[in-house]
């Protein structure tokens, strides 16, 4: 199955400073991949996500690149600020069986230090 | 409008004890999940449905069972917990095979004692 790494596991950054947080997937047949943002005792939600027939989408302050033949994406905040103080998810979506199946990373701390 | 409602969100289990979690969907979404969140860990997936009357495992299917008898509800039955299913539970749903991000329900807190 699917096995996607997320690195790094906390990350600290002054405010105003950009942020970025990487994962690696395994099967090449993965073909969506959505980022979520975790604030603390709340449900994930989905911030941005990318099509595999695409390199780069942004959204005002965040972005993801895919880079396909490494099987990597990232996520890029510019401009952080303290509410994006949360954990971070990437995800990656393969299509298993007669389901498509997201398999998550293990997530990311971010802290943006006033 | 309410998206995805867990119920419950907290609950105090003894070892032995069975419970079912409810999740329902207001979206006519046809897929639906469920997953627990351990500490380090990210998101594993439990069970899930492509519809009605369907259900597959996922990843960590040991000591769960799920029905889906509507559509919209997606049911996880613990029969016999235990400390190592101490974990929160997040169901989530979506609009099946295309390449569409899951809405997430608020999550259950489950502690096994």
């Known amino acids: 199955g699917e096995n996607v790494e997320q690195h790094p596991s906390t990350l600290s950054v002054q405010e105003g400073d950009s942020a970025v947080i990487k994962c690696t997937y395994s099967?090449?047949?993965?073909?969506?991949f959505p980022w979520y943002k975790q604030e603390l005792g709340k449900r994930p939600q989905l911030i941005i996500d990318?099509?595999?027939?695409?390199g780069e989408k942004k959204d005002q302050r965040i972005a993801v690149t895919l880079n396909k033949t490494a099987k990597h994406f990232s996520l890029h905040i510019t401009e952080t600020q303290p509410e994006d103080s949360a954990v971070y998810f990437c995800?990656?979506?393969?299509?298993?069986?007669?389901?498509?199946?997201?398999?998550f990373g293990s997530g990311t701390q971010l802290t943006v230090l006033p | 409008n309410a998206g995805v409602t867990q119920t419950p969100k907290f609950r105090v289990l003894k070892t032995g004890q069975s419970m079912t979690l409810l999740c329902a969907q207001d979206?006519?979404?046809?897929?639906m999940y469920w997953y627990r969140q351990d500490p380090g860990m990210g998101l594993r997936l439990i069970h899930y449905?492509?519809?009605?009357?369907?259900?597959a495992k996922g990843e960590v299917p040991d000591g769960y069972n799920v029905s889906r008898l509507k559509k919209q509800n997606f049911l996880l039955g613990l029969e016999s917990a235990a400390p190592s299913q101490t974990s929160v539970y997040f169901c989530?749903?979506?609009?099946?095979?295309?390449?569409?991000?899951?809405?997430f329900g608020s999550g259950t807190r489950l502690t096994v004692v």
């Open positions: 989530a749903s979506s609009y099946g095979r295309a390449t569409y991000g899951y809405t």
């Open positions: 979206m006519n979404h046809e897929y």
């Open positions: 995800a990656a979506s393969v299509l298993s069986g007669s389901a498509r199946q997201l398999t």
């Open positions: 990318i099509r595999s027939n695409v």
């Open positions: 099967d090449s047949a993965s073909n969506y």
């Open positions: 449905s492509v519809g009605e009357g369907t259900t």
